[in-house]
């Protein structure tokens, strides 16, 4: 598929270069234009530009809607003012802001200015929101229709503006003083008598958020509810907006992949294609924390360093306990942060499912203890060191199940993201904490060891 991608990339650029408009509509119907998007950004330069000075509008703002953030910017560099406005009268108003948040100030400034009044309001307003909120993923081109008007006059509105939305299978029904009081499906509207009310046939149950909403709990209410839209309004009750279910879409990915990088340290900006020095900034810190962090493992093991010494087969067991309780309390993490992240549990409802994961832990330990002791018991023939490494394995999956648990929790309590980080502090935690429960037990049983 990519490599047939890219040939039809060659010979739409041929196309162009041959001014066979035809040929040019043929190749670029036949291509999704995501995927034209993608090969793009393999382009010269010089191939980019002329690309971009040779297609036409339509087709041109369908791609720069699609591509990556890096060639947007790209695009809009190949292109002066006049072009660059021709395209944003194609491309959602919501689209438009996220390209202006990625040029620089001067440019961005020097674009809004050359707007016209409405559109300049609409794009100003867009741009005062912050971008991980319902008022910074929101578009304004929506159908809004007045409670009052008939079905047959609904739809010749529909007709009219209908050309100029994103989002026409959904209708905001308002009132007098513009507040949203229901939403009518369009196929109500086609099947219902010219001469109802749409007042009559509107649902009045509906589900709205502040534009300061953080969009990954605006993305929990269009999951639970099934919505292809939601509304976003101020705060009396006045339709400023709304969010598509593809805007979620976005959303959902954006946040599984920032929980993903930061569970291990690593930002939310970076990418594979970041440079060295943008590299090293953003893992470093991260590196420093865990590299203190290591240091406190090596101190308690440290004060064990008698009880080492004469019985050499606890440095080749210690690891196996710390190791496992690691592994366990990744387990209880994921499981937490998912479950935040879905809004299934708070640190005040957090009691029942701690138990559960604390006898979860303790059970599996317990198994997993045993399995190693008989290990052990085999390869150094001392049963007490069996039992030493199977209470030590049952003490620290408790311990990684609680820390597991717990510090999720804590940071969303003090208003973190429960990602940032947290594998290094339940690491922590396991190889501290396990190191010490499996020393000091052997310290405990010194004389049944020698």
Request: hydrophobic share 45%; net charge negative.
């Amino acid at each position: 598929m990519k490599n047939q991608t890219k040939a039809q990339l060659n010979q739409l650029l041929l196309a162009l270069v041959q001014h066979d408009t035809r040929q040019v509509d043929d190749i670029y119907d036949d291509v999704q234009t995501i995927d034209l998007a993608e090969q793009i950004e393999e382009l010269e330069d010089n191939q980019l530009e002329y690309l971009c000075s040779h297609i036409d509008d339509i087709k041109l703002a369908e791609i720069l809607e699609e591509s990556e953030e890096e060639l947007q910017v790209d695009i809009i560099n190949c292109l002066d003012n006049r072009r660059i406005l021709a395209l944003f009268n194609h491309i959602p108003k919501d689209t438009i802001v996220d390209i202006l948040g990625q040029l620089p100030i001067g440019k961005t400034k020097q674009l809004i200015s050359l707007m016209k009044a409405g559109e300049k309001k609409i794009i100003e307003q867009l741009l005062g929101y912050e971008e991980d909120t319902a008022g910074g993923i929101m578009t304004t081109e929506y159908i809004a229709l007045n409670e009052n008007l008939t079905i047959e006059e609904s739809i010749k509105k529909i007709k009219q503006i209908a050309p100029k939305t994103e989002v026409i299978d959904t209708i905001f029904v308002l009132d007098q003083y513009k507040h949203l009081i229901g939403i009518a499906d369009l196929r109500d509207i086609l099947i219902g008598e010219d001469s109802t009310p749409l007042h009559t046939i509107m649902d009045t149950n509906i589900i709205t958020v502040l534009p300061e909403t953080d969009q990954e709990e605006v993305s929990l209410l269009v999951s639970k509810y099934d919505l292809t839209t939601i509304p976003v309004v101020n705060k009396n009750n006045s339709l400023i907006g709304i969010i598509t279910v593809d805007d979620i879409i976005d959303v959902i990915v954006e946040e599984h992949t920032e929980d993903l990088l930061q569970l291990h340290g690593v930002h939310k900006e970076e990418s594979l294609d970041s440079s060295l020095i943008d590299s090293i900034k953003m893992r470093l810190p991260w590196l420093v924390v865990n590299l203190g962090t290591a240091f406190l493992a090596s101190f308690v093991v440290k004060m064990f360093e008698g009880t080492i010494e004469q019985i050499v087969a606890l440095s080749a067991t210690m690891t196996i306990v710390t190791g496992m309780g690691g592994n366990a309390g990744s387990q209880t993490l994921s499981i937490l942060i998912r479950g935040i992240a879905l809004g299934e549990i708070t640190l005040k409802e957090s009691l029942p499912g701690l138990k559960k994961e604390i006898l979860v832990g303790a059970f599996n330990g317990l198994v997993t203890g045993f399995l190693t002791a008989v290990i052990v018991y085999f390869i150094y023939g001392n049963i007490y060191l069996g039992v030493i490494i199977c209470l030590a394995m049952i003490g620290n999956l408790v311990i990684s199940a609680l820390f597991g648990y717990l510090i999720p929790l804590v940071l969303k309590s003090l208003n973190l993201d429960p990602a940032i980080a947290s594998s290094i502090f339940l690491t922590t935690a396991t190889d501290v904490l396990g190191f010490f429960i499996f020393l000091q037990l052997a310290n405990m049983f010194l004389p049944y060891l020698l």
